[in-house]
């Protein structure tokens, strides 16, 4: 008769994806867990935002994941909820890797969400190093390695300090720099912050994956000191930022061509928010019917232009479209950018008509972690 193993159950693996807004931090997360799906291996994600109705997570489930959503604040100030999401996951499908992605507005992760995790709940998981990730071209004008427009001083601020405590920097869409650009990058990260590692990939160019991935799934994050944070420059630079969640339904008589008409609508609202720095701009839309397929759209910056990710097949008659807005701008700017844009898109897509349903706008509030561990675990 064989004696029962004593040997203790296997620890989940945490992984957290930070970076600032706009940094492709969603799609990061959707190939992280295609490649570790691929692998047998069981996947929950947790998504986090200041408010409700997200983008990322209608994205996430599209693809057959497992997603639990914290809304209403990032995941320093939201620890218990973190927790709990993980439990839920945890009961219905068992997962041996979670991948949280936090807010883009948020900072200070490793104080008071890695440590606590850590000193707390360290039976339960294997924390992997921390990983911020950078959109190059923002990069490239933060530090002043090319030109292009900023966010004011307190908002780099939080920029900054999400760089500071990387374990992981990884430079990501790196197929849209030429070589010279990228290794101009990379030595300018590496100067500013030598003790991280940086990465550079690409999920479109599938460049740079595998050895980004190896470290998250084989490592566990080191222990140092953590990074002072000046917690009233920290509030003052999110409370710049204008935030928008809105839902919307589009109906039509005849099919319409949901590529043409997701950019026209972005570019509708970008062009109304001329002169102010847009962070990221991103919208699914969702037919009403069909097998859950998704059309998503993206603008990372002001001077950019409007990028699908995800494009429908078919023609669309009605569906719901969830956008998420963030941008250097009062929140009521935003509102009135979309309901605009709303009220004339049977301008730019003749025939189509929009119903806002949901609308919530607002300015973060001062972040008060549940947590914060100073000293290294």
Not at 155 to 161: A, C, N, P
Not at 197 to 219: K, Y
Request: aromatic share 6%; glycine share 8%; hydrophobic share 45%.
């Amino acid at each position: 008769m064989s004696q029962p193993s004593s040997s203790p159950p296997a620890k989940a693996r945490y992984i957290m994806l930070g970076g600032f807004l706009g940094a492709g931090k969603t799609t990061a997360v959707a190939a992280l867990a295609q490649h570790l799906s691929a692998q047998g291996l069981r996947i929950g994600l947790i998504t986090n935002d200041q408010g409700s109705e997200l983008v990322d997570t209608a994205m996430l489930r599209a693809k057959g994941f497992a997603t639990e959503e914290i809304p209403g604040g990032c995941f320093c100030c939201r620890f218990n909820s973190l927790v709990d999401a993980a439990a839920k996951l945890t009961k219905a499908s068992l997962p041996d890797v979670f991948i949280a992605e936090p807010v883009g507005s948020c900072t200070d992760l490793v104080a008071t969400v890695t440590y606590p995790l850590r000193r707390m709940y360290g039976d339960s998981f294997a924390v992997a190093p921390l990983s911020v990730l950078v959109d190059p071209v923002r990069a490239e004008g933060v530090f002043g390695v090319a030109g292009g427009r900023k966010f004011s001083d307190k908002v780099l601020y939080i920029y900054r300090k999400q760089l500071e405590e990387a374990d992981l920097i990884v430079i990501t869409k790196s197929d849209t720099l030429d070589a010279d650009r990228l290794a101009c990058l990379r030595a300018r990260l590496q100067q500013e912050y030598p003790h991280a590692e940086i990465f550079a990939v690409s999920v479109r160019a599938d460049r740079g994956l595998a050895e980004w991935f190896a470290r998250l799934t084989g490592d566990v994050q080191a222990t140092r000191a953590t990074m002072d944070v000046d917690y009233e420059m920290y509030a003052e630079g999110e409370a710049l930022l204008g935030w928008l969640n809105a839902t919307v339904q589009l109906t039509a008589e005849r099919g319409f061509d949901s590529d043409a008409v997701l950019k026209a609508f972005a570019s509708d609202i970008q062009a109304r928010l001329a002169g102010f720095e847009i962070a990221h701009l991103k919208m699914t839309l969702s037919p009403a019917t069909g097998l859950g397929d998704i059309a998503v759209i993206n603008l990372v910056r002001s001077d950019f232009v409007p990028e699908l990710s995800l494009r429908l097949d078919e023609p669309v008659t009605s569906g719901q479209l969830i956008i998420n807005l963030r941008a250097e701008a009062d929140p009521e700017m935003l509102r009135d950018a979309v309901r605009a844009a709303v009220e004339s898109l049977a301008d730019s897509a003749p025939g189509v008509v929009g119903k806002l349903e949901h609308l919530e706008h607002f300015r973060p509030g001062k972040p008060e972690p549940t947590h914060r561990d100073v000293a290294a675990v």
